[in-house]
């Protein structure tokens, strides 16, 4: 799942009608900055097959250690987030003892006006073969290195890995939190060919400990919408440019993979 996107297995839902500027709430949209901001890209228009179109302020280049937990045993998480020029890297690798490296994924690409526009998508998990996504942005089809067929690429869709990024993107760019019920909607890829419009509601603010560190954080839910679903939490930081300070998506068996920061640095 962020993992995806760790352990979690595949990640639909009909989300309620968007209101300009594309934030799917009962309320009046928070207003955003008029002027352009350091790295911030001009939302695109919405498109009622993919994504909602969002105007976003991509995060500076950071390196995060997380406490990753899963099924009782407990490791290491490392998110290493690189915007060099107009392109990026972003790289997850978890660890447990005894078992060694539990996951690996690699999400490469650059940016457009929704935001990150992934090129390419790896997963390596423990005991299995690496699955590649490539995003052919020219053909405009996502190709994978299994069976699956090819989907359609449209404007704004992440990787299981990306969307974490693009949700700190979004909500650097806003003025001020939404509105307690504000969703957002975001198409998400894995690299086995599952594709699902995520809905992640705004819960508001919430208080969290990294060790000694209290830290106010903005939480994020989206809900499973079927049997087998995940469900996927996250906790952004405002004042580490709404990376998460913590993440945990469950998988259809209730069994959860959670990160907690410990250490963050440029």
């Known amino acids: 799942m962020m993992l995806a996107l760790l352990c979690a297995t595949a990640i639909r839902a009909a989300p309620p009608a968007p209101l300009e500027p594309a934030l799917t709430t009962g309320h009046p949209a928070p207003r955003l900055a008029q002027t352009p901001l350091a790295g911030e890209r001009p939302a695109a228009k919405p498109s009622a097959e993919a994504s909602t179109a969002y105007r976003t302020r991509v995060p500076a280049s950071a390196r995060i250690t997380y406490r990753l937990s899963r099924s009782g045993i407990v490791g290491t998480g490392l998110l290493d987030w690189r915007v060099e020029g107009d392109t990026y890297v972003l790289r997850l690798e978890g660890s447990v003892p005894i078992i060694g490296t539990l996951i690996v994924q690699t999400s490469r690409g650059g940016f457009d006006a929704a935001g990150l526009a992934p090129t390419r998508y790896t997963d390596k998990r423990w005991r299995r073969d690496e699955s590649v996504a490539d995003f052919d942005r020219d053909a405009g089809r996502i190709v994978f290195s299994n069976d699956k067929p090819a989907l359609p690429l449209h404007k704004g869709t992440q990787d299981r890995l990306s969307v974490m990024v693009q949700l700190a993107a979004i909500a650097n760019a806003w003025s001020e939190p939404p509105t307690v ?23 508001g603010p919430q208080a969290l400990r990294t060790g000694e560190v209290s830290v106010r954080a903005l939480r994020f839910l989206r809900q499973p919408e079927e049997p087998g679903d995940t469900r996927a939490e996250f906790w952004l930081d405002p004042a580490a440019s709404h990376l998460p300070v913590r993440a945990r998506l469950t998988d259809g068996d209730g069994d959860a993979l959670e990160l907690l920061r410990t250490q963050a640095g440029p």
């Open 181 to 203: 019920g504000t969703v957002l909607t975001l198409s998400v890829v894995g690299a086995r060919g599952d594709a699902k419009l995520w809905a992640l509601r705004y819960e």
